[in-house]
């Protein structure tokens, strides 16, 4: 089965957060990413510390074109829309990994209790909750199980975990889906070489 890192932005550590935004990347041999961010998040979820570490974080301006054809040929997707323009789109672009690939995605996260909440919910079917087990592996992994197993603390600052001689000057982005990814992916390639110590 193929890796996915994914990361989620939300609207808060609560039982009716909502999702603002999300990003999957793959690993080598070489890297696709799908990023979108949501405009029908609970603004009213939004304090000083969402806005500043999260919601100033955004990157895309423009809304997702319904009248737009999606190309799930580009494999770098970014898309700025409601979860209906979402869901379709985030299927179409794992079900084309799956097809291009000959397997199942399984995914990857980090503390990953509301991402894996936030995702099922994003992907599932609305009206039959139907999760797409034929392209997904229903089992989540977690980045900071892994890091426990592997004897590293698991509350580790992944930045310098991933890249210890720089990290500094990359914090400016945590909190953004799409580089919290690629963070995940690179811890995680750079621990799955060490030796388990459980």
Request: hydrophobic share 40%; net charge negative; charged share 30%.
């Amino acid at each position: 089965m193929r890796n996915i890192f994914m990361d989620t932005e939300f609207t808060g550590l609560r039982p009716d957060t909502t999702l603002v935004s999300i990003a999957l990347v793959t690993d080598h041999p070489y890297e696709n990413t799908f990023y979108a961010e949501l405009t029908d998040y609970n603004r009213d979820h939004i304090n000083d510390y969402l806005q500043k570490n999260v919601i100033d974080k955004l990157t895309l301006k423009e809304s997702f074109d319904k009248s737009r054809d999606y190309h799930p040929d580009l494999w770098d997707v970014k898309l700025r829309g409601t979860k209906d323009d979402v869901r379709p789109a985030i299927i179409q672009w794992i079900s084309e990994l799956v097809k291009r690939d000959h397997e199942k995605v399984k995914i990857w996260s980090d503390v990953l209790t509301y991402d894996w909440y936030l995702f099922l919910d994003l992907i599932s079917d609305p009206d039959t909750l139907a999760f797409p087990s034929d392209l997904i592996y229903y089992i989540p992994f977690d980045l900071a199980t892994a890091f426990e197993m592997k004897g590293i603390d698991p509350d580790i600052n992944r930045e310098k975990f991933a890249f210890s001689e720089v990290y500094e000057k990359m914090l400016v982005y945590k909190h953004n889906a799409l580089w919290d990814a690629r963070i995940i992916r690179d811890c995680y390639k750079k621990m799955i070489k060490m030796p388990l110590v459980i």
